[in-house]
């Protein structure tokens, strides 16, 4: 079945770019009606929402992040990538990954583990 | 969109039922998820399209409802439900997405 998983550097200092990336296995990152997101939680908070892509690489982001977010799809390699710019200690959090449902519904059925990342000089 | 979810939390005893409750700013059809998330875990979906089980979850768990308010609800609740819950929409016009708060479920 299909999985995700996250990576990238656990800390990144103040000032920097965030980069990570997600790996999808067990299926085509371009078959189906989904959508690929990011996802984020800091300690002991509820969940934000980052980003998605489509396949075909069409974009959104969550407007109170949107200038410094850049979310990019990987096709031949199957993977989609973040990157997060100018952080500060408030973007410290565990980030998903997760897949989309198509259309309307857009509830995500496969997330995965998370990986947390600190912003910390 | 917002998503206003009550209570922030809920304490039950096991075998109980948990009814939780989430609001939606504007009319959102029944476009409406439902995640579990247990400490250290990432989310798990329960429900999408505001009544429909995903694959693998108990049938204790139901939701319902349509346009701006939803619930969820564990008929009878098990050990392993205590955690948190949270409700979503995702907006195809303009583009964008939102999670409700949270609602804890714990043991009383």
């Known amino acids: 079945q299909v999985q995700l998983q996250e990576s990238g550097p656990g800390l990144v200092k103040p000032s920097q770019t965030l980069s990570l990336t997600c790996t999808v296995s067990?299926?085509?990152?371009?078959?189906?009606?989904?959508?690929w997101s990011w996802i984020r939680q800091p300690p002991g908070k509820g969940l934000e929402w980052i980003g998605y892509?489509?396949?075909?690489?069409?974009?959104y982001s969550n407007p109170s992040l949107k200038s410094r977010v850049t979310i990019s799809v990987d096709t031949s390699k199957n993977l989609f990538s973040l990157k997060l710019t100018s952080v500060t200690a408030a973007d410290t959090a565990v980030h998903y990954c997760?897949?989309?449902?198509?259309?309307?519904?857009?509830?995500?059925?496969?997330w995965g583990q998370g990986t947390m990342v600190t912003v910390s000089s | 969109i917002v998503l206003t979810q009550s209570p922030a939390t809920l304490s039950l005893s096991p075998g109980e039922r948990a009814t939780l409750s989430c609001r939606a700013s504007?009319?959102?059809?029944?476009?409406l998820a439902w995640y579990q998330q247990k400490p250290g875990q990432a989310p798990r979906l329960l429900i999408y399209?505001?009544?429909n089980r995903a694959t693998g979850i108990p049938a204790r768990f139901s939701g319902s409802g349509s346009g701006t308010d939803f619930t969820l609800t564990i008929s009878s609740l098990e050990p392993e439900d205590f955690a948190v819950y949270y409700c979503?929409?995702?907006?195809?016009?303009?583009?964008?997405?939102?999670f409700g708060g949270g609602t804890k479920v714990e043991i009383k």
């Open positions: 997760a897949r989309g449902l198509g259309g309307p519904i857009g509830a995500f059925d496969i």
């Open positions: 067990g299926g085509s990152i371009t078959s189906g009606d989904y959508y």
């Open positions: 892509i489509y396949y075909s690489g069409s974009t």
């Open positions: 504007q009319r959102v059809r029944s476009y």
């Open positions: 399209d505001a009544s």
């Open positions: 979503q929409h995702r907006t195809n016009w303009p583009p964008g997405l939102t």
